[in-house]
């Protein structure tokens, strides 16, 4: 299990968060959701080692996160950045690679192979695997680092729990491969591993999560389950806008959508 306690930031002598309690567990997708500037990618930075709280602490499978060596944490836990660039003339299949680093020694293995070609099927670009990834648009190049980040964590920890972390996973992404993305997400969290990702759209969070989290000002102003956040009046406040909850068959909770009508 990740957990976070009494974490606090502040940049520039602006609070960006303060006294945020949050858990990652095994087998658990958790979204972070909340307005512009609720400090969702901020958090999302501090759980993933990326950054170090001003406050507060961070523990990894029951250790301080900040005692990992580099190339441990890399093989316990993987960060898909809202927007990654490359200006190398890299084929796809060797940028996912990229994600096996942490595993390697000396140079690729047959397995860093096999788990590189296995991360770009399961997001639909076997047929680009030797295409240059400069050449792909923007959707595609997403594909690709989220490829990369699944191949790095594709090495069972033997009794340890392995992290996903995802800051906006459907950027650019067509509604077909927004639902690819979630598909594999719920597949990753169901193989054991904690997910933690930074969503905007409120209700594809909360049919592809098992906890929600909300952020607003920097504070965790709701948290619960998919259900207990629908269900919430303090949502309008929020969000600042009136919403209408409206059922779908098929779907697990009532969808939100804006009520023009207020």
Same mark, same amino acid.
């Given at each position: ?8 930031? &502040? ?6 968060? %303060? ?21 969702? /990618? ?5 759980? @993933?080692?990326?950054? /170090?709280?001003?406050?507060? &602490? ?27 660039? $490359? ?15 942490? =595993? ?30 400069? &050449?792909? &648009? ?6 690709? =680092? ?17 992290? $996903? ?23 990753? %969290? +169901? ?8 969503? =905007? ?22 948290? +619960? /389950? ?5 269900? @919430? ?22 969808? $939100? ?6």
């Amino acid at each position: 299990m990740l957990e976070a306690r009494n974490i606090s930031l &502040s940049l520039g002598g602006r609070q960006i968060l %303060a006294e945020v309690d949050l858990r990652l567990e095994p087998g658990l997708v958790t979204s972070i959701m909340g307005p512009n500037g609720a400090g969702k /990618t901020s958090l999302l930075r501090i759980l @993933s080692g990326e950054w /170090t709280a001003s406050e507060g &602490s961070v523990t990894l499978n029951g250790q301080p996160l900040a005692q990992f060596p580099v190339r441990r944490l890399g093989q316990l836990r993987a960060y898909l950045h809202q927007e990654s660039s $490359l200006s190398f003339a890299f084929t796809v299949l060797e940028v996912v690679l990229l994600g096996r680093s942490p =595993h390697m020694r000396g140079g690729e293995r047959p397995e860093d192979y096999e788990a590189a070609r296995k991360a770009v099927r399961q997001v639909d670009l076997e047929d680009r695997e030797n295409d240059l990834y400069t &050449s792909l &648009s923007g959707g595609e190049k997403q594909r690709v =680092h989220l490829a990369r980040v699944l191949a790095q964590l594709d090495e069972p920890a033997i009794g340890e729990a392995r992290y $996903l972390f995802l800051d906006e996973p459907t950027n650019n992404l067509d509604l077909s491969h927004q639902r690819t993305i979630y598909r594999i997400v719920r597949e990753m %969290a +169901g193989a054991g591993l904690a997910v933690g990702m930074v969503v =905007h759209d409120l209700n594809q969070a909360i049919q592809a999560s098992d906890r929600v989290v909300i952020l607003n000002l920097g504070r965790i102003a709701l948290a +619960g /389950t998919p259900e207990e956040i629908v269900a @919430s009046p303090e949502l309008e406040g929020i969000f600042g806008v009136p919403l209408r909850r409206v059922e779908i068959p098929g779907a697990r909770c009532p969808y $939100l959508v804006i009520d023009a009508g207020n």
